[in-house]
Each structure stands twice: as structure tokens, then as C-alpha cells.
């Protein structure tokens, strides 16, 4: 498995690893982001120390992160005219008998409504399986992330459960939902 080479097109996107010569256009789309909405959307946020130097160590961190299958991080490109729209990413929680990861998502919220997200992560699951020999994939959700639910559910996964205090965030151990999708 070539994990820099993997990729997927659809009709309206590109979804691939970052590249160095990607910054620019990185940078203008988080700069482009309108003001937050919900405690899940980050809105605006402040790029001033993302420096070229510092996205090509971010490019080379996803690279060493990939070789060593402890995360597959992708970007999301509109192929009409390569805006970057988001990305999303696969963290493996075990391999062996398990072949067990979890996925992340985010488009920047001024590409919302567009069925941006449902065609990424579509396509990313199908690269979760075929390119990098996932069986089980997760999504791990707010309770209150309608939008993040739906999506899953738009994509063909299933919820599973709650689970109690699980991830540490907002200042605290929350529940997340657990939503599933196995290899066919």
C-alpha cells in the first residue's frame, strides 16, 4: 500500500494528501471561513502562525503519520477550481484481527449546504476500505451535532451506541455517539 499515493476523485472533488505546494490556497480558504455558528464550527480562526515553514511541517507530519498508519489525513479540493473545501482524516484504533479506524471530517462552513461533505466522506470510506484495508470505520459525534449525524447517516453508517464520557473535551469528559460502517 502506497499511502502517499492514495487518492480519490468524484465528480465535484479531489481527495488527496496535502502538498507542500498546496499552502496558499489552503491558507486563503481558512481565511475565507465566516464567523462561527455553533460550538462545532470554528468559524474564523487565527492563521498567523501558519507560516509557509509551518504547513510544510504539517505536510511532512501527515507523511510520517500516514507511513507509521497512525493517521490518514486528506484534503478536500474542488476539482472546478482546486479550492481547498475541507478535509478529512482516518486514525487506526487497531489492526491485526481488527482493522479498526475512526474518521474525521470538516468543510470550511463557507462551502456549507453544498453537498460537499456527504460526497467527500462517501468517497473517503471507500478509500478507508480499498486503498488502506480498513474493515471497521467509526464516526465519533457531539450529541448535539445534528448536521455531523446527518451526514453520517447520509453516507450509509449506522448508529451503534452511546458512549459515556468519552472523549475529553470542551473543558470535560462528553458522550459521543458511536456511528459504524463495515467493509462489504
Known amino acids: 500500500m502506497n499511502v502517499f499515493a492514495t487518492s480519490s476523485e468524484t465528480e ?10 498546496d499552502y496558499h490556497n489552503w491558507l486563503a480558504e481558512f481565511e475565507s471561513r465566516s464567523a462561527s455558528s455553533s460550538r462545532h464550527d470554528e468559524g474564523k480562526i487565527d492563521m498567523s502562525e501558519c ?50 479506524g ?24 471507500n478509500m478507508a476500505f480499498n486503498d488502506l484495508n480498513f474493515h471497521r470505520i467509526e464516526a465519533h459525534i457531539n450529541l448535539d451535532n445534528i448536521p455531523s449525524i446527518k451526514l453520517a447517516e447520509s453516507t450509509g453508517m449506522k448508529f451503534e451506541c452511546m458512549r459515556k464520557g468519552f472523549i475529553y473535551e470542551f473543558g470535560e469528559w462528553t458522550d459521543h455517539l458511536i456511528y459504524y460502517l463495515n467493509s462489504k
Open 102 to 125: 475512526r474518521i474525521g471530517y470538516t468543510i470550511h462552513n463557507q462551502h456549507w449546504k453544498k453537498g460537499y461533505g456527504k460526497e467527500a466522506v462517501k468517497a473517503a470510506l
Open 51 to 100: 507560516t509557509e515553514e509551518w504547513f510544510d511541517q504539517l505536510v511532512k507530519k501527515h507523511q510520517e503519520l500516514a507511513s507509521n498508519d497512525i493517521a490518514h489525513v486528506f484534503g478536500i479540493f474542488r476539482k472546478a477550481d482546486h479550492k481547498h473545501l475541507g478535509m478529512v482524516d482516518f486514525s487506526t484504533l487497531s489492526r491485526n484481527d481488527f482493522q479498526w
Open 12 to 21: 465535484r472533488l479531489i481527495i488527496r494528501p496535502l502538498k507542500v505546494a
